[in-house]
């Protein structure tokens, strides 16, 4: 039921026909380890690339389907074609989507964290363009960074260290794009949703060990 609703939403709550189908379609990959059927796939995809039509519990749980359809998907397939992923963050990983998945996460964090310091809250301009980066990564990622840019000299003046760190990480994650895939413009697979989901979980993860630290007088 959840996969269902992560893929068409409110369209289930009046067409039960559509239901109906979508359930018989996804329990045979459940239960008898079936093919997940790839149009399903694609549609959470793309509910979970669209923040803005969603509540943010939604939009999480989306992300997070989103997430565990493509790993599954992909651990499913003959051995040729089979890809191995991580829930948590691979950093030596260099496929193209996944990077740009982490940039996007990136960027993110630093808007987030600038807002937050100013007292604002409302979304950032990752999350607001997060479904033309999915179609036009490297024209979006453009626009992304020079709305940065007011945010990056807010930080300068009250958290440096926190602005040097994320640069670095720019310039590390943009580093292991192979040559001439940074410059595609080409839609990105759900496997940069996987790079982004890591990369905020690991930055979850480091915010909740620096408050365990100050609880404890670290």
Not at 6 to 15: D, E, F, I, M, T
Not at 27 to 56: G, L, T, Y
């Amino acid at each position: 039921r959840v996969i269902a609703e992560a893929a068409y939403g409110n369209a289930l709550k009046s067409n039960d026909t559509l239901k109906k189908n979508l359930l018989e379609r996804i329990m045979p990959a459940i239960i008898d380890s079936h093919p997940f059927p790839r149009d399903i796939m694609e549609s959470v995809k793309r509910r979970a690339s669209n923040r803005n039509n969603c509540e943010p519990w939604e939009w999480e749980r989306n992300l997070g389907v989103a997430c565990a359809l493509y790993r599954g998907f992909y651990q499913r397939q003959p051995v040729q074609q089979r890809r191995e992923y991580s829930m948590s963050l691979e950093e030596d990983r260099t496929t193209r989507d996944y990077l740009y998945g982490r940039l996007l996460a990136i960027a993110e964090r630093i808007e987030s964290v600038a807002l937050s310091v100013a007292g604002e809250s409302r979304p950032t301009t990752a999350a607001r363009l997060m479904q033309r980066f999915a179609d036009r990564p490297f024209s979006t990622w453009r626009n992304i960074e020079l709305a940065l840019q007011p945010y990056m000299q807010r930080l300068q003046s009250n958290r440096a260290g926190f602005l040097s760190n994320m640069k670095k990480e720019f310039d590390t994650v943009t580093a292991l794009f192979k040559a001439g895939e940074f410059e595609q413009d080409k839609a990105l697979s759900g496997e940069f949703l996987l790079g982004y989901h890591c990369q905020r979980m690991c930055y979850r993860q480091q915010s909740q060990d620096e408050t365990i630290a100050i609880d404890k007088g670290e």
